[in-house]
């Protein structure tokens, strides 16, 4: 009771020296954090998701360590202030802030405000223009402008790109065990087993799969959506400057899941258009014997299944020339 009547003028005394040094070791915090490590948290800045998951994690970063500093603050302005020196083994006879209305009104407000902010901070970046880099599936609620006029170009080998164009550029994904390959609609429809880019363009990635699901993750870009054989998931993303990635598959898939990754590349916009253009001359005889360009394919049906399936009791084995030409 003689603790209570010293402390009610106190408590206040000591709330705001906790408060200052939390405060000044918190700005302190955060300033190191922002200098030394927010610019090499991953993904890094290949594109412009990636740029703002990079973001994303930096904020909830700033927002959590000052959370942490006012915990060790306060238990260490606790241990040091009302630790019973004397009696070490006595329990601490410390301010009770069980009963102090300043500590918990503040508690409930600043841990509230903390939350809904990251909330409302969190679903602005989802629904921001390029979206998280997740695979939105067939119809994405959010699309960047010329998108859907891109897509839609695509499937009839009418969409253009060319550098400088600022065109929507469509790149068709397809998972299959155990690996991944990239058509270009753009470019004649060529399938690669390599995944090339344009620097400062929106990529529309079309993903889709030929047996089971898989995942297509283009880490640095921070593009990831999964991969249904039937389905076409869409997912975008914006590249900034020239770099590599890497993609791996993040749906088990099968026993070489594991070995199911490859690396891409964002080249310059010249570098990449004369890649395309070169890869599509020298592909086209093996384009012509592909399954005519869609944004899914049925193994065993449209011939997409690279002749993997048995071609003895199959109906459908005169179209199924994926890749090489049937035995006759
Ligand atoms: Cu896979």
Same mark, same amino acid.
Request: aromatic share 12%; charged share 10%.
């Given at each position: &009771?003689?603790?209570?009547?010293?402390?009610?003028?106190?408590?206040?005394?000591?709330?705001?020296? &906790?408060?200052?040094?939390?405060?000044?070791?918190?700005?302190?915090?955060?300033? +190191?954090?922002?200098?030394?490590?927010?610019?090499?948290?991953?993904?890094? /800045?290949?594109?412009?998701?990636?740029?703002?998951?990079?973001?994303?994690?930096?904020?909830?970063?700033? &927002?959590? @360590?000052?959370?942490?500093?006012?915990?060790?603050?306060?238990?260490?302005?606790?241990?040091?202030?009302?630790?019973?020196? /004397?009696?070490?083994?006595?329990?601490?006879?410390? !301010?009770?802030?069980?009963?102090? *209305?300043?500590?918990?009104?503040?508690?409930?407000? @600043?841990?509230?405000?903390?939350?809904?902010?990251?909330?409302?901070?969190?679903?602005?970046?989802? @629904?921001?223009?390029?979206?998280?880099? #997740?695979?939105?599936?067939?119809?994405?609620?959010?699309?960047?402008?010329? =998108? +859907? *006029?891109?897509?839609?170009? =695509?499937?009839?080998?009418?969409?253009?790109?060319?550098?400088?164009? *600022?065109?929507?550029?469509?790149?068709?994904?397809? #998972?299959?065990?155990?690996?991944?390959?990239? /058509?270009?609609?753009?470019?004649?429809?060529?399938?690669?087993?390599?995944?090339?880019?344009?620097?400062?363009?929106?990529?529309?990635?079309?993903?889709?799969?030929?047996?089971?699901?898989?995942?297509?993750?283009?880490?640095?870009?921070?593009? *990831? =959506?999964?991969?249904?054989?039937?389905?076409?998931?869409?997912?975008?993303?914006?590249?900034?400057?020239? #770099?590599?990635?890497?993609?791996?598959?993040?749906?088990?898939?099968?026993?070489?899941?594991?070995? &199911?990754?490859? %690396?891409?590349?964002?080249?310059?916009?010249?570098?990449?258009?004369?890649?395309?253009?070169?890869?599509?001359?020298?592909?086209?005889?093996?384009?012509?014997? +592909?399954?005519?360009? !869609?944004?899914?394919?049925?193994?065993?049906?449209?011939?997409?299944?690279?002749?993997?399936?048995?071609?003895?009791?199959?109906?459908?084995?005169?179209?199924?020339?994926?890749?090489?030409?049937?035995? %006759?």
């Amino acid at each position: &009771m003689t603790n209570q009547s010293t402390n009610s003028t106190g408590q206040v005394h000591h709330l705001r020296r &906790m408060t200052i040094i939390w405060v000044v070791l918190s700005v302190v915090g955060d300033v +190191l954090f922002s200098i030394f490590v927010a610019p090499h948290v991953p993904p890094g /800045r290949l594109s412009e998701t990636a740029a703002n998951n990079q973001n994303t994690f930096n904020v909830l970063m700033e &927002m959590a @360590i000052p959370v942490l500093l006012g915990v060790w603050v306060y238990l260490s302005y606790s241990l040091i202030v009302w630790g019973d020196k /004397r009696n070490a083994s006595a329990a601490f006879s410390g !301010a009770a802030a069980r009963t102090n *209305k300043t500590a918990q009104v503040s508690w409930i407000v @600043i841990t509230s405000v903390t939350i809904l902010f990251l909330a409302a901070y969190g679903s602005f970046a989802v @629904i921001t223009e390029h979206g998280s880099g #997740g695979g939105e599936g067939p119809n994405p609620a959010w699309a960047p402008a010329g =998108a +859907l *006029k891109a897509e839609t170009a =695509a499937l009839v080998g009418k969409a253009t790109w060319s550098p400088g164009s *600022k065109n929507v550029l469509p790149v068709q994904v397809i #998972g299959q065990q155990w690996k991944f390959t990239y /058509r270009y609609p753009t470019f004649g429809g060529f399938e690669s087993p390599q995944l090339i880019v344009p620097a400062d363009t929106t990529i529309a990635f079309n993903v889709t799969s030929l047996d089971v699901i898989h995942s297509f993750w283009a880490y640095q870009l921070d593009v *990831k =959506a999964d991969a249904n054989p039937g389905v076409n998931d869409v997912a975008f993303t914006e590249t900034k400057n020239p #770099g590599n990635f890497i993609v791996r598959c993040s749906e088990l898939c099968g026993i070489w899941h594991g070995s &199911m990754y490859n %690396s891409g590349k964002v080249e310059s916009q010249a570098d990449f258009e004369n890649w395309a253009t070169t890869t599509e001359a020298a592909n086209a005889a093996n384009t012509a014997l +592909l399954p005519a360009f !869609a944004w899914t394919y049925t193994p065993d049906a449209n011939g997409a299944d690279g002749g993997y399936y048995n071609d003895t009791n199959d109906p459908y084995s005169t179209v199924e020339t994926y890749g090489s030409k049937q035995p %006759s």
